[in-house]
């Protein structure tokens, strides 16, 4: 249902392209941290385990993710991120776009969407 399309290296956790057949999809919405008043690193873990519960409300699983969308108000974080982001997706990562955005909701730091399968 989900198979990894490769070219080469790659320069983070994420892949470069999934095929997904035969399948229902689970679209989440941009999730923000429960304290925004943390850093970055942590902001990341709360968001990641927010998506977690919501794809197991869902029936499905993180290695089930086949693209987020990654939105940070300041880009100097992407190492920061990166790094927390890469442990929630330990082999084959799902495809993904880090942007920096001008403002988030909230005043947040960050931002995180996916798309799933099911």
Do not use: H, W
């Not at 955005?101 to 730091?109: D, Q």
């Amino acid at each position: 249902m989900r198979e990894i399309i490769q070219t080469g290296s790659v320069a983070g956790p994420y892949s470069p392209a999934i095929v997904a057949t035969g399948t229902k999809f689970i679209f989440i919405s941009g999730q923000l941290a429960t304290d925004l008043d943390t850093n970055i690193v942590v902001q990341t873990q709360q968001i990641m385990k927010k998506i977690e519960k919501l794809l197991e409300n869902a029936g499905s699983y993180m290695s089930d993710i086949v693209k987020t969308t990654i939105y940070l108000t300041d880009i100097e974080d992407f190492k920061s991120v990166n790094e927390e982001y890469a442990k929630s997706f330990p082999s084959d990562p799902p495809t993904r776009v880090t942007l920096q955005a001008a403002a988030l909701p909230l005043n947040a730091g960050l931002m995180i969407e996916a798309i799933a399968i099911r």
